[in-house]
């Protein structure tokens, strides 16, 4: 009984549309425009990498009344550093200075702002190994060479790990 009704309802409403031409509309001039057909379409995907690199971030500090002073302090510690690295296995491709920099201290503590009491010098390096080593072990033999800033630990994709699953 539906069935009939809903198809009775299409044969009118087909009849009524087809009758209504632009003749049979008074006064009117009715232009009909001609749909082309499209197709769209929506979509989206995700997929799920599992991270395979590591990068650490580690860093020596100290402040010295002597900005070459400080440097030097610094270089030493931070060649201290490398050769044990490169000693657990680590090698140049591993191990990239990030930032290096000696930033003056000023007397703010008796508002004497031109004058300069001591020196900071930083040298900061990353560290980038595969996520599946204990990064922990390079973190301590680092810390326990002169390292006294780890800043940053990043579990990351390659990008060769990106290229191949793009």
């Given at each position: 009984m539906k069935l009939t009704w809903i198809l009775t309802f299409f044969v009118i409403l087909t009849i009524s549309v087809?009758?209504?031409?632009?003749?049979?509309?008074?006064?009117?001039?009715?232009?009909?425009?001609?749909?082309?057909?499209t197709i769209s379409t929506v979509g989206s995907a995700e997929k799920e990498i599992p991270s395979d690199e590591s990068r650490i971030s580690l860093a020596v500090e100290n402040t010295n009344a002597n900005a070459n002073t400080a440097r030097k302090n610094n270089a030493d510690k931070m060649n201290t550093i490398i050769d044990v690295l490169k000693q657990a296995g680590l090698t140049d491709e591993n191990i990239t200075t990030s930032n290096f920099q000696i930033t003056p201290n000023y007397d703010y503590e008796n508002s004497n702002y031109d004058r300069i009491i001591s020196y900071t010098a930083l040298n900061k390096i990353?560290?980038?190994?595969?996520?599946?080593?204990?990064?922990?072990?390079?973190?301590?033999?680092?810390?326990?060479?002169?390292?006294?800033?780890?800043?940053?630990?990043?579990?990351?994709?390659?990008?060769?790990?990106l290229d191949e699953n793009s």
């Open positions: 087809v009758s209504m031409s632009p003749s049979s509309v008074r006064g009117q001039n009715i232009v009909l425009q001609e749909e082309k057909p990353e560290l980038k190994t595969s996520a599946n080593v204990n990064i922990s072990q390079f973190i301590d033999l680092a810390v326990n060479n002169g390292a006294n800033r780890v800043e940053n630990i990043d579990f990351v994709v390659s990008k060769k790990t």
